[in-house]
């Protein structure tokens, strides 16, 4: 199940998928090789940086453009494009991915994501109406530089401490801490070195490890997934300085949220995902979309048989023959990114370039993204085989889902 938020965006009438990324600012741009007819008005260069490692990018700010999402209409708009190929999301996500948008857009509005409907509702603040929700966490959000914190409290190991943490949809992951920030906040031992994510400056590695709890006012959940991210990737980040890392996509789809930005408020109230178990990818691959190719595959219902008819009256037999019949279709080419060292999928000999084939016996592009990625998140011991195109040779691979922490 997907943990992030993807929404119809129209920028100047042109109708485009956004990401719903709670941790930005601005709205920026990119994979527009599809999308050339769009006019973006008052053009001019300029540098950005965000999380990675690696350099400033070169991206074109845009002045007084039109945004909307459904009937919630902002004027006015600054948007920011970046036609650097390398930096798509669309890949990683498996599905077509334009942008990505944030507060600038969203600062008028009180916003409501309802996880387990798949519905975004956007209200002008005089219109919304709080419902009475004895249960529910409302906190309020501070904001710097335009993006939401909040205080909660977590237990590493066997101590509680307070933190600050950025309220980040476009994380997919449920915690982030930042490592040694203080002398409390110390990882715990268990842990292992992983991707973490794709930043506008280049990937994102950690450590992912689990913490005891996370308590959010009268709702505590416990074992949490959680990342420490390696220091390089905000070296030349300015952040928050009472910041001590983020609450992502993982978290935040166990409830249904409130985000009142004009009023400072956030509220969560729990849903159907509050109690499942927090997975993480225990077979150690990261794939990514890379583009489609033709496939023939079968017709249902059709195979060579044969039908005898008799005409008793001219005393004749007639035979009938059917063949197989094809369809011939377009179809997702899956790549992996990354394998993890030490992993199952490691150990078996699975290397980064590699292309899948088949998948548990069936043609892999039978399979979304997101439903190959809940595979690797599911329970320890469960059994995946895998075929892989390699330099124009097939190897096959079985390996089985290990619990690291």
């Known amino acids: 199940m997907s943990n992030l938020v993807i929404i119809p965006v129209e920028i100047n009438g042109v109708a485009l998928d956004f990401l719903l990324d709670t941790g930005v600012n601005a709205t920026i741009l990119f994979s527009l090789e599809n999308k050339d007819s769009i006019e973006l008005n008052n053009a001019s260069p300029i540098k950005l940086r965000g999380l990675g490692n690696g350099k400033p990018i070169e991206a074109v700010k845009s002045t007084q453009n039109t945004l909307s999402v459904g009937n919630a209409v902002n004027r006015n708009q600054t948007v920011f494009i970046i036609f650097d190929q390398e930096l798509?999301?669309?890949?990683?996500?498996?599905?077509?991915?334009?942008?990505?948008?944030?507060?600038?857009?969203?600062?008028?509005?009180?916003?409501?994501?309802?996880?387990v409907k798949e519905q975004l509702i956007i209200t002008r603040p005089g219109s919304y109406r709080y419902s009475k929700c004895k249960r529910c966490f409302d906190a309020p959000l501070t904001f710097y530089k335009n993006k939401p914190y909040l205080d909660i409290e977590v237990t590493l190991e066997n101590e509680p401490h307070s933190v600050t943490l950025l309220l980040d949809s476009g994380s997919g992951d449920a915690l982030w801490l930042f490592k040694d920030k203080e002398p409390y906040l110390i990882m715990p031992k268990k842990s292992f070195k992983d991707f973490l994510g794709?930043?506008?400056?280049?990937?994102i590695f950690g450590e992912r490890t689990k913490i005891k709890t996370v308590s959010l006012g009268s709702y505590n959940l416990s074992s949490v997934n959680t990342a420490f991210?390696?220091?390089?990737?905000?070296?030349?980040?300015?952040?928050?300085?009472?910041?001590?890392?983020?609450?992502?996509?993982?978290?935040?789809?166990?409830?249904?949220?409130?985000?009142?930005?004009?009023?400072?408020?956030?509220r969560l109230r729990r849903n159907r995902y509050f109690g499942q178990p927090f997975y993480y990818n225990m077979c150690g691959l990261t794939l990514q979309h890379k583009g489609f190719e033709y496939v023939k595959e079968r017709l249902p219902n059709y195979g060579k048989s044969r039908s005898i008819g008799q005409n008793n009256a001219a005393n004749e037999i007639a035979v009938f023959e059917t063949q197989r019949l094809y369809a011939i279709k377009l179809a997702p080419k899956y790549e992996i990114s990354e394998v993890r060292e030490g992993s199952p999928a490691a150990i078996a000999g699975m290397l980064k370039g590699d292309v899948l084939v088949t998948l548990n016996g069936q043609p892999a592009h039978r399979f979304g993204l997101e439903e190959i990625n809940s595979m690797f998140h599911s329970k320890e011991g469960r059994k995946i085989t895998f075929s892989v195109l390699r330099n124009g040779l097939t190897y096959n691979f079985s390996i089985k889902l290990k619990r690291v922490i």
Not at 91 to 104: S, T
Request: charged share 25%; no cysteine.
């Open 198 to 203: 794709l930043g506008l400056s280049g990937n």
């Open 229 to 266: 991210p390696d220091k390089e990737a905000f070296a030349n980040i300015n952040l928050f300085p009472e910041r001590d890392g983020s609450m992502g996509g993982e978290m935040l789809r166990r409830f249904t949220t409130v985000i009142d930005y004009t009023n400072k408020r956030l």
């Open 88 to 115: 798509n999301f669309s890949p990683r996500l498996g599905k077509a991915v334009h942008g990505i948008i944030g507060y600038d857009f969203f600062k008028d509005f009180v916003v409501e994501t309802n996880y």
